[in-house]
């Protein structure tokens, strides 16, 4: 039996990327399409949230990397399981992720569509975890800064449950 308790709460949630959706369009030149893209699995709901609170500029796309598996802790390796479809030169790119730990994963999806000569790249991250950095990687857009507990819900898993809960909470093993 595992515990959980509620670190972030469904309307605290909303009101941040709400705000963030805002921030976001404010960064970009008025009328410039700005090109989403989500980090499966984790980043489907957060996509979902913030691309429903910006305006009709916004198109989007999905990929997929390996996760932890059913452990809790990086093993730094990056796996795509799933690429793009979209093409990226010359477009405005948000990588949109669930959480920054380590990471390692940001860095190397950062790096990777860079080299596909986007018009810029930028990150957006519902959740860091700063104390557990191991690579130093930019993080644009921040939803909220987390001390280092494994959190689940809002699309974040553990062994592959909790990502349906509308709320962020402490996993406590
Ligand atoms: P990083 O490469 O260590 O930055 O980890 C990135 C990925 O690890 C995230 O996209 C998540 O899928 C997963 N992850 C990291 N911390 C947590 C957590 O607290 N709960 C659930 N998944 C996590
Ligand atoms: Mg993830």
Excluded at 103 to 118: E, I, K, N, S
Excluded at 145 to 169: P, W
Aim: charged content about 25%; overall charge negative; glycine content about 6%.
């Amino acid at each position: 039996m595992t515990h959980t308790s509620v670190l972030l709460t469904s309307e605290q949630i909303q009101d941040r990327i709400r705000s963030l959706a805002a921030e976001i369009e404010r960064g970009y030149p008025e009328g410039d399409e700005i090109h989403l893209v989500a980090v499966l699995k984790g980043g489907f709901m957060f996509m979902a949230d913030l691309v429903r609170a910006m305006s009709e500029r916004v198109t989007m796309d999905f990929m997929a990397v390996s996760s932890y598996g059913k452990g809790t802790s990086s093993s730094g390796q990056v796996r795509v399981l799933k690429d793009l479809d979209s093409v990226l030169e010359q477009r405005h790119i948000i990588l949109v992720e669930d959480i920054v730990d380590t990471g390692l994963t940001l860095h190397y999806l950062q790096d990777m569509l860079r080299a596909r000569a986007p018009k810029s790249i930028r990150s957006a991250c519902l959740l860091s975890k700063p104390s557990r950095r191991k690579v130093d990687v930019k993080v644009d857009y921040i939803g909220f800064t987390i001390e280092d507990h494994f959190v689940v819900g809002y699309g974040l898993d553990y062994a592959a449950k909790y990502r349906n809960l509308s709320y962020i909470a402490i996993l406590e093993q």
